[in-house]
C-alpha cells in the first residue's frame, strides 16, 4: 500500500509562511490523489486541500481557500502544501493522506502563536 512521510512542520507567528511536504514511496505516485488534513488539540481530523492525478484539479476547505496552495513534483513523488498568512487557528497536527487507499503519514506538528 505504501507509505507517506511529512516534514515541513515549525512553530511560526500569526502572518508567517510555510510549505509542508510530503513524500509518499511503494507506490505509483503519478496516479495517485492525495488531500491534506489537520488536526487541532481536543478538535476532530479536518480536510484541508486535495490534489488529483491531474494536477490542474484541486479542492479547497473554505479556511484554506485564498492561503494555501497545494501542489505535487510526480518526479520527486511529493505533494506540498504552501500555507500562507497564517493564523493561529491553522495549529495542529498536518497530515498527508492517499486518496482511495487510505494511508496516511505521521504527520507533522504546525504552531502559529505570538
Known amino acids: 500500500q505504501g507509505h507517506l512521510v511529512e516534514s515541513g512542520g515549525a512553530s511560526v507567528q500569526p502572518g508567517d509562511s510555510l510549505r509542508l511536504s510530503c513524500v509518499g514511496a511503494?507506490?505509483?505516485?503519478?496516479?495517485?490523489?492525495f488531500s491534506w488534513y489537520r488536526q487541532a488539540p481536543g478538535k476532530e481530523r479536518e480536510h484541508v486541500a486535495t490534489?488529483?492525478?491531474?494536477?490542474?484539479?484541486?479542492e479547497y476547505s473554505d479556511s484554506a481557500k485564498g492561503r494555501f496552495t497545494i501542489s505535487r513534483d510526480n518526479r520527486r513523488s511529493t505533494v506540498y502544501l504552501q500555507m500562507t498568512d497564517l493564523k493561529p487557528e491553522d495549529t495542529g497536527v498536518y497530515y498527508c493522506?492517499?486518496?482511495?487507499?487510505?494511508?496516511w503519514g505521521q504527520g507533522t506538528q504546525v504552531t502559529v502563536s505570538s
Open positions: 493522506h492517499r486518496m482511495n487507499y487510505d494511508t
Open positions: 511503494g507506490f505509483t505516485f503519478s496516479d495517485a490523489a
Open positions: 490534489i488529483y492525478s491531474t494536477e490542474t484539479l484541486k
